[in-house]
């Protein structure tokens, strides 16, 4: 786990005005605010999943903390559903204070990722590759510029890789207590055994089966675990979108590993959400209406037709703690992993919001009492318990 560092994720740089944020240097990440699914209704009828609290803090703003941890210098966010309460919250956090970064919400009616993608292209606001990724991940991974790095170096040897998916390696990076072992898993979770099974059930992640070339990165097959499909739809009361088992076979032909002897094929790897991306690919994105997610038509197409001789790469990463808000389950897992101090340095003891009186102590047990709270001597707290505002 990281040391805590003195202040939370912002440098000094002597503040940039908006023409020098645009620079030929700037790291850029669009946030899509919306998710596009049902996973969390009835509750994201009234506000959107961005701005759930976890531990008392909107699950966005771990998320923003995080791309700044990693140095990103402006964050575009695209909203559709509830975007005037994105807004709004958005105006009132630390960020919006700092010269040093820039956060600017973009507006899109839309109902499929693909369409936030053509919306994020209409706006022209973005003049490199970018870190694209979802509203509800929680982490503590500081390498985030590294990928994008290799990235670019993976373009200027081969322009035509349009863009890099970014996947986890599965690992369980359990605590157990001295007295007896760790639990064995019984199905795939991202987070650790010790956490998952503290509620009797695993988390099964969006694990992947790919094919890769080791030597440049690029993609060759890529198979989900679980096909989310998005149809496209003009009214979001009729977007049909639902999980469904894929394939249990991966079929290759041999002339691939003929061409390429040195093929390798992962099941071990979870896609993380997080995508760097080029210019190039919103234009692609505009020019091929019928994409309404990257992940089922995009990168498909471009793996199975050939897309213009358009390539793809994979970018392999181990973190401390990463998990995304995928469903009430996970919800509740980071939520006490959180409590745990999985996420260090982004605990509950230390306000990284920025919010007025939300203070918190620690006790034993990962109790933490909020600013103002008083309890009785007679009130008993168990563990994993945080109270206040």
């Given amino acids: 786990f990281f040391s805590r560092p003195s202040t939370m994720g912002i440098k000094g740089k002597g503040g940039k005005d908006k023409q ?3 620079g030929a240097d700037t790291f850029s990440a669009v946030i899509l605010a919306d998710t596009f699914t049902h996973d969390f209704k009835p509750i994201t009828n009234q506000a959107p999943r961005a701005l759930l609290p976890i531990a008392n803090i909107p699950i966005i703003d771990y998320t923003i903390e995080w791309l700044i941890l990693n140095g990103v210098e402006e ?4 909203c559709a559903a509830h975007s005037e309460k994105i807004q709004a919250h ?3 956090a630390r960020w ?3 010269k040093d970064i820039m956060i600017k919400t973009l507006f899109a009616k839309c109902t499929t990722p693909g369409d936030a993608i053509r919306h994020l292209s209409d706006y022209d606001v973005l003049r490199q590759d970018f870190v694209l990724v979802s509203a509800d991940i929680v982490t503590n991974f500081t390498g985030l510029r590294s990928v994008l790095r290799r990235h670019k170096e993976r373009r200027e ?3 035509s890789v349009l863009l890099t998916l970014v996947f986890r390696e599965e690992e369980y990076f359990a605590r157990p207590p001295p007295s007896s072992p760790a639990p064995e898993p019984q199905s795939p979770t991202s987070l650790s055994p010790d956490v998952s ?5 695993q988390l099964v992640e969006e694990y992947v089966t790919a094919v890769i070339d080791p030597e440049t990165g690029n993609l060759f097959r890529c198979q989900p675990w679980i096909s989310r499909k998005f149809t496209c739809a003009e009214d979001a009361e009729d977007l049909d979108e639902k999980d469904c088992p894929a394939p249990r076979q991966l079929e290759l032909d041999l002339k691939l590993f003929k061409e390429h002897p040195t093929l390798e094929c992962r099941s071990d790897l979870i896609d993380t959400n997080i995508v760097i991306c080029s210019l190039e690919l919103l234009s692609l994105f505009k020019q091929e209406f019928d994409f309404c997610d990257i992940k089922h038509d995009c990168v498909q197409s471009i793996l199975e037709h050939d897309v213009l001789g358009n390539k793809m790469a994979v970018d392999v990463i181990t973190a401390p703690f990463f998990g995304r808000v ?3 389950n996970h919800y509740a897992v980071i939520s006490q992993a959180i409590l745990g101090q999985w996420l260090h340095p982004m605990v509950p003891e230390y306000d990284f919001s920025g919010r007025a009186n939300a203070t918190y102590t620690q006790r034993a047990n990962n109790v933490y009492i909020g600013q103002g709270v008083r309890l009785p001597r007679s009130v008993s707290v168990s563990r994993d318990v945080l109270l206040g505002p």
């Fill in 20 to 22: 020098d944020m645009q």
């Fill in 75 to 78: 964050i575009f966010v695209l």
């Fill in 90 to 92: 958005l105006k009132t």
């Fill in 96 to 98: 919006s204070q700092c």
């Fill in 157 to 159: 040897a081969d322009p």
């Fill in 197 to 201: 099974m503290s509620f009797g059930k």
């Fill in 326 to 328: 995928a469903s009430y």
